[in-house]
């Protein structure tokens, strides 16, 4: 996990982690050398006891000495009380002395070596006792000038003066020892101290900076999303106002829709009604589109028939332009004979002249049957023009029959169709009923949907309006956090 | 049986027709033909013109004429005419209008010269008082061949000297000799 991203309680855990484990370390240097330090003392004390039972014993033999001479030159018993002390009491201390070297080789073996010389110490003393007692003094004069005594006590102090000297020079080491000790921890303790003070220093403000520039920057932050937040706020409480007012439009008009809905329902109802009876005139109109249809191929019959006909009376016209033709021929040699006749009554003189006017006669004649057969002409050409045009006419209409069959057909067959669908549309009139009044249900739903989001739309305006509070409050405190750390960073 | 439908006008123009027809036989007949002058009235390419009757000796139409090679302009072919032959020209290429296609009718000229004019559309015979006569003062092809003008129904139209046509037939055939000789 990098720096940047530890909390503020790691940082500081850190920090204090650090100066603990600092402390702990000066804890354990101050704790080992305390240790070491007891230890010496306890050495010490130790090498103190075996050094004063070192000298005990060896006083405790000059007692039983001094009071074995001082029974063997005046034969007083009251002189043998030291002896007596000492033979009562040595057997203790080389016992505590042999407990107090038993992690010692070296002393053992010393005390393995004195204790047999001591013990026969305390048997030439016995015996010179006894021999004074028993043998007077010259006795016990002879037992003490053999020297053996003085040989065991000489062997008995050169063996415990070593085992002194040992322990005296254990004494200056452990005494070194606990000095170096003492230093060491002394070093230990200030340098510990002041590195340990130094690095919490050093944390604490490395601490203190770090964390006093992200507040400063969190509370900008704080402040400027407070800042945003208060215009979110207002957003929203606006927003929250005009939704409402929206919502309330909604309402009305889902209000009308449902109505609508209803309305919609009682016309598809009908629609399914005037469906049915539509089915049912649909099925009467199929029947009378058959019979439209039969008339109609009637007609066109009739049409076929009356096609014939003017085809006959065009041929007839034909014909009778034929026979024109003749007349108009012969009208016109008549015109040719009576100009011709004219001309050789002309060229007759005198006597043709009556003859010349009945020729004239012929040809006014002529011309009259000329002019009669071109307007009959005419008129035969018109008549022929207007069978034409009714035959067309009427083979138009006959097209127009036939394709009026053959639309009534498709009519008919609309009409199957129409009934058809009639029935379908009756059949989705009828699910649009059902569909509409399942609308209205939903409708009546999404009105109680409405409210309850209005009434959550209010309580959003009134949230808004504790948010802009908060942001505000929030600024507040931004502006107050941000004054002491500033004033803590400035400080 | 219904009323008798009204006449229609096919029954109006029949009917004085026929009473002019059948009064025919019960008038007197006429001492003499009636004053004035005839002249046949005819059509070349759609432009009226009229012939004296009594120019003509004759009137025909469909009769066969024979083309010869190396016919001068206006010369239609020879036909038979009345038991003649008798050279037949284009009334229309004479008066210098372009040929005719079809030109079936044939007048005859009187006369002791056999030949005859061929033209396209005869439209009648009128006869005419001497008031009906003008001068003729108009231009165009019929200005060489007419004095007079006829006034009949459907206008003036100049008549055409048989004389003149005649005249113009044989300078037309002296020039084409002319021009074939070397």
Redesign the interface.
Same mark, same amino acid.
């Given at each position: 996990m990098a720096r940047a991203e530890w909390t503020f309680g790691q940082r500081i855990g850190a920090g204090f982690a650090l100066a603990a484990l600092v402390l702990a370390v000066v804890a354990a240097f101050g704790h080992r050398s305390s240790a070491r330090l007891i230890d010496n003392d306890r050495l010490v004390e130790h090498t103190q006891s075996v050094r004063q039972e070192v000298a005990g014993l060896l006083s405790m033999l000059k007692d039983a000495e001094t009071g074995q001479r001082g029974y063997v030159i005046t034969g007083d018993e009251a002189f043998l009380e030291p002896y007596t002390q000492a033979e009562r009491t040595i057997s203790g201390a080389l016992e505590r002395l042999r407990h107090l070297t038993e992690d010692d080789i070296d002393q053992q073996r010393r005390m393995e070596q004195v204790q047999p010389l001591i013990a026969s110490k305390l048997a030439e003393l016995k015996r010179s006792i006894d021999a004074r007692r028993t043998g007077g003094f010259e006795a016990a004069r002879k037992i003490i000038a053999t020297g053996r005594g003085k040989e065991l006590m000489d062997q008995v102090r050169q063996i415990l003066g070593d085992l002194d000297q040992e322990e005296a020079e254990r004494l200056q080491v452990r005494f070194a020892d606990s000095e170096a000790s003492v230093r060491a921890a002394q070093v230990v303790m200030l340098w510990g101290g002041v590195l340990g003070v130094l690095l919490i220093a050093g944390l604490g403000f490395f601490i203190v900076r770090t964390l006093s520039r992200e507040i400063i920057g969190a509370v900008g932050h704080i402040q400027s999303s407070s800042s945003e937040l208060q215009v979110a706020a207002n957003q929203q409480s606006i927003g929250s106002r005009e939704q409402v007012t929206s919502i309330t439009e909604i309402s009305s008009t889902v209000s009308e829709l449902l109505a609508t809905s209803r309305q919609i329902a009682e016309s598809s109802q009908r629609v399914a009604h005037i469906a049915g009876e539509t089915a049912q005139a649909a099925g009467k109109g199929d029947q009378t589109v058959q019979r439209a249809s039969d008339s109609v191929a009637t007609t066109r019959r009739h049409m076929d028939l009356i096609v014939g006909h003017m085809l006959d009376l065009g041929k007839k016209s034909q014909q009778i332009g034929g026979v024109l033709e003749i007349i108009n021929e012969l009208s016109?040699q008549t015109?040719?004979l009576?100009?011709?006749a004219? &001309?050789e009554a002309?060229g007759a003189g005198e006597a043709g %002249? %009556?003859f010349? &006017? &009945?020729a !004239?006669?012929i %040809?006014k004649?002529a !011309?009259?049957v000329?002019g009669?057969t071109k307007?009959?002409r005419t008129?035969v050409e018109e008549v022929r023009a207007a069978v034409n045009t009714t035959v067309m006419a009427t083979e138009g209409g006959a097209k127009a029959a036939e394709a009026g069959t053959k639309q009534f057909s498709e009519l008919a067959v609309s009409f199957q169709g129409i009934v058809g669908m009639v029935g379908t549309s009756r059949e989705v009139a009828r699910e649009i009923e059902l569909s509409t009044r399942q609308q209205a249900t939903a409708v009546e739903q999404v009105t109680l949907a409405i409210s309850n989001i209005a009434k959550a739309t209010r309580e959003t305006d009134v949230s808004a309006g504790q948010t802009l509070q908060t942001a505000k409050e929030l600024t507040q405190l931004a502006r107050v956090l941000s004054r002491l750390v500033q004033v803590e960073a400035g400080s | 049986m219904t009323a008798a439908a009204a006449p229609g006008p096919?029954e109006l123009?029949?009917a004085p027709?026929r009473q002019g027809?059948d009064a *025919?036989f019960a008038e007197a007949? #006429? #001492?003499? #033909? #009636?004053a004035g002058e005839?002249v046949?009235t005819l059509r070349l390419r759609g432009e009226p013109f009229a012939l004296r009757?009594?120019a003509? *000796? *004759?009137? +025909?139409?469909g009769r066969r004429v024979v083309r010869l090679p190396q016919s001068p302009p206006g010369f239609a072919g020879f036909s038979s005419l009345r038991g003649r032959l008798l050279p037949v020209w284009d009334l229309a290429a004479l008066l210098g209008l372009s040929p005719a296609g079809d030109a079936p009718w044939q007048a005859l000229a +009187?006369g002791p010269t056999p030949w005859a004019l061929a033209f396209e559309r005869f439209d *009648?015979?009128l006869?005419l008082d001497q008031g009906g006569f003008h001068p003729y003062a108009g231009g165009g092809p019929a200005a060489a061949f007419a004095r007079q003008a006829a006034w009949g129904p459907d206008g003036p139209r100049p008549v055409l000297e048989l004389a003149l046509l005649q005249a113009g037939v044989l300078a037309l055939t002296s020039s084409t000799q002319e021009h074939r000789s070397p």
């Open positions: 016109e015109n040719i009576s100009i011709n004219s &001309v002309a %002249r %009556r010349a &006017v &009945v !004239d006669e %040809r004649l !011309d009259r000329g009669s307007e009959i008129l | 096919t123009r029949l027709l027809f *025919g007949p #006429a #001492a003499e #033909a #009636a005839a046949l009757l009594s003509i *000796g *004759g009137l +025909a139409k +009187a *009648g015979c006869t």
